[in-house]
């Protein structure tokens, strides 16, 4: 996605998050919980903890609540029967579309996924139907208010291992890959830059743009699903300009 959409596109949830408090919570939680179990409570070596704790500043969880997921993770309970899925499926307007499934039930979670695709214009389709279409990144957004000197944040990145840079209005985007992720952080900390959005996520490789109909489907589609509790991230290719 172009530099402009994603910022577009993280702004938007971000106002759908700020409604939604208590599901965030619970699953950034969650992540965390899960993220312990697998690796251990240091995130100094534990790559997926560090990306949910990063996930839980951002959206500014209680340091509580962060260091209780972290014991339910270290001890023996909550989270031992939650199992990991992919699923993938077709949006409005042939748009592609890929969930990070975290549940106990995957009866019930695929039946549910399955109603709000159909109800919003899309369908659930096979294992490996449109993962083909997307390549896992480290993506880094940058709010121009908090940091304009693009020449200078460019030079810092590349340095730092990024392979793209993209200027928008009101942002910059940097993309590297996953191993590229710590050095990245390092740098834009050590030159006290704050990124409003840094992760490890799936980023397409060719787009779809929507209008009309299609458009609102979509934006739909997407709000259901980031609103299902077993649903993690939500993942697609779409483009909708502003003005839709």
Known sequence: MSGHSKWANIKRKKGANDAIRGKVTTKIGREI???????????????????????????????????????KGLG??????????????????????????????????????????????GNLGETGCVGWMFKQKAVFIVDKEAYDDEDGLMEIALNA??????????SFEITAEPSAYDDIVAALEEKGIEAVSAEVTMVPDTTVQLEGKDANKMMNLIDALEEHDDVQNVYANYEIDDAE
């Open 33 to 71: 919980t899960i993220a312990v179990r697998m690796g251990g409570g240091d995130p100094t070596g534990n790559m997926r903890l560090k990306l949910a704790l990063s996930k839980a500043k951002a959206n500014n969880i209680p340091k509580d609540n962060i260091q209780r997921a972290i014991q």
């Open 76 to 121: 023996a309970a909550d989270g031992s029967s939650y199992e990991e899925l992919v699923y993938e499926g077709y949006g409005p307007g042939g748009s592609a579309v890929m969930l990070d499934i975290l549940t106990d039930n995957r009866n019930r979670t695929a039946a549910d996924v399955r109603h709000l695709f159909a109800k919003h214009g």
């Open 161 to 170: 291992g990024a392979d793209d840079f993209q200027a928008a209005d009101d």
